[in-house]
């Protein structure tokens, strides 16, 4: 059974940092791709990053770049994203969603290309 579960998440004041982690269990990371994705209240859910562990390949929104980094760690299972100088606009529930090979590197943030999701994981920025 294919599972993924994000935590890491808390209460930070601007300019600070967290980690954020998505422990995968039921496939190995090589096999998928993996993404962030954050959802501000009434906002649609945007994606943030992705990382392909297969050819070390990682993509970032715009908005996050310089900022976030994503990383992954295939003998622990687990996914990582490193948020430094947050902002209060990074407030959001974050997720991580994995999906199959078959896109390659295209439609990263697409959230409706991934085929499975975990549960949210809660930042919230203060300024």
Known sequence: EVQLQASGGGLVQAGRSLR???AVSGFTLDDYVIGWF?????KEREGVSYISSSDSSADYADSVKGRFTI???NAKNSVYLQMN???PEDTAVYY???????????YLERAASYDYWGQGTQVTVSS
């Not at 954050?38 to 009434?42: T, V």
């Not at 991580?96 to 295209?106: D, I, K």
Request: contains cysteine.
């Open 20 to 22: 954020l982690s998505c």
């Open 85 to 87: 100088s947050l902002k």
């Open 96 to 106: 991580c969603a994995a999906r199959t090979r078959r896109y390659g590197l295209s």
């Open 38 to 42: 954050r959802q501000a209240p009434g």
């Open 71 to 73: 990383s992954s760690d």
